[in-house]
């Protein structure tokens, strides 16, 4: 069989997991205007709370997964409200919120870590079979068509909830001005805490369907934040769209890259392609 359509279904399924894990990293980077590392924990958390509600206390998976969502969002929201909305209120630099954030991250992670041991797990068996296809000579299974078709929903989502809707407007505003956006009556931090709480769903959205596909760990959500970043970047920070096209082009020169090569240059690859941007085209392809 031909490797290359495999190559290119594996690089749509990666890059669908990074267009939803940038969607959601940009959503709050373009209001809090601060790198929340923090982000990358709403995976596990997801991915656990799913684990724990559907294979330990047994309850139907679909209840599982709404719960999850729900506290991916809760634990982001709180780290807004007790961490960086403080920080904030005290003129911290992007720095010092990064930093905090990193602390996040590590704590949270620690966490999940003691509760659930590091012992990788995964959900597939929370479903009754994974049907796999196979179109023009790639195969996938149901779980990673299912991936594919949330990223279309998703899209869908955010471009009605920014586009049709008044939280929507008051979001576009917070990102091209904040300081305007608080003259002309916006509250801001509610905005704000409202905001984190979509992105840790999106989050842990994505670490529940990582979890169904391959599996979690406690320690997954630095290495999947770190590919939405360099997406971010390459798409350009800051613009949700442009972060799609940022994650699909980093899903196809990693899998075409490691074609002939080691998989362990994959992270490498990732890097190197973040290096070219930010020295020929730091503000990414499509720019804020």
Known sequence: MDIVPQLIANSLIAGSIYAILTLGFNLTYSTAKFIDIGFGVETAIGGYSVF?????????????????????????????????????????????????????????????????????????????????????GGTFTAVQLSIFCTVLILSVLLAFLLKGTLFGKAITAISDDEEVAKIVGINTERVMGEVFFISGMIGGLAGILIGFDTGIEPIMGLSWLLAAVVAAIVGGIGNLYGGLVGAYLLAFAENFGIWKISGEWKMAIAFGLLIIFLVWRPRGLFPR
Do not use: D, H, W
Not at 58 to 81: D, K, M
Not at 90 to 103: D, W, Y
């Open 52 to 136: 724990y509600l559907c294979k330990t206390l047994g309850l139907p998976l679909y209840f599982g997964i709404f719960l999850g969502l729900f506290c991916s969002g809760l634990v982001s929201f709180l780290a807004y409200r007790f961490i960086y909305k403080p920080l904030r209120a005290r003129k911290a630099s992007g720095t010092v919120l990064l930093i905090a954030s990193l602390g996040v991250l590590t704590a949270l992670q620690a966490l999940v870590a003691i509760l659930f041991t590091s012992q990788f797990q995964t959900l597939s068996g929370l479903i009754q079979a994974n049907r796999v296809f196979e179109l023009l």
